[in-house]
């Protein structure tokens, strides 16, 4: 079964624009974390942003924020003021259980192309 | 430069054949995970060493190993090689078993089966 759904199309954002990538995760642990990746077209891949289980409030990192909503297991990722940067394919991921297990289950990925 | 090396960046090689992976962790950290990245199958998580043990298994062919050297290096090897193994396949470190961050990951080595 899918752990984490992205199925938003490939997006294009206006350069300065926000835009929010949706991810739903789907577990039975109580103690998890959110993560998203970043890949731009030369292959690697850049972690931007994390979320605990517990976590009570949303994680924000530079012009990174996850909304995160716990009863609908989604964590949607929201960049602010895009750049032309930001070109990239965005990953959403989840780590499972507890200590020592550090194994995450990716998404399919969305892509996004900002436009000047 | 994330500070995981990986090295081959590009590996063409034929069918049936073994090659090997290597991949040096970020100073410091204990952890190594390998990933498999394919465009049917998105990222897979192949395997985790912890300080030279192997700590978590994922999808990993019974064709393909890995270990996890005493200076914390570790290779992935794969074996009888097909054309579905073509992918590109990342290398990522950790600070600890522990992941309250992300994971440092390499600049992957790109194998393409021929």
């Known amino acids: 079964a899918q752990k984490i759904t992205q199925t938003q199309p490939g997006m294009f954002v206006q350069e300065k624009e926000a835009v929010t990538l949706d991810c739903t995760y789907d577990?039975?642990?109580?103690?998890?974390?959110l993560f998203w990746y970043k890949q731009p077209s030369s292959g690697e891949m850049i972690f931007l942003i994390y979320q605990g289980s517990y976590d009570e409030q949303n994680a924000t990192e530079g012009r990174y924020s996850l909304n995160f909503q716990k009863a609908r297991k989604s964590a949607n990722l929201v960049i602010s003021a895009s750049q032309l940067g930001d070109s990239a394919m965005y990953f959403c991921a989840m780590r499972e259980g507890n200590y020592g297990n550090n194994r995450l289950a990716f998404g399919k990925g969305n892509q996004v192309v900002v436009i000047p | 430069d994330s500070g995981v090396t990986q090295t081959p960046k590009h590996l063409i090689t034929a069918t049936g054949q073994r090659v090997t992976l290597r991949c040096s962790p970020r100073s410091g950290d204990l952890s190594v995970y390998w990933y498999q990245q394919s465009l049917d199958q998105g990222l897979q998580f192949l395997i985790q060493y912890y300080n030279g043990e192997e700590r978590a298994k994922g999808n990993i062919l019974e064709r393909f190993s890995a270990q996890q050297f005493p200076d914390l290096h570790s290779e992935l090897n794969l074996s009888s090689l097909e054309l579905g193994d073509s992918a590109l396949y990342f290398c990522a470190s950790s600070p600890s078993s522990y992941l309250a961050d992300g994971y440092t990951f390499g600049s992957g080595t790109r194998l393409t089966v021929v």
């Open positions: 577990t039975s642990d109580q103690s998890y974390g």
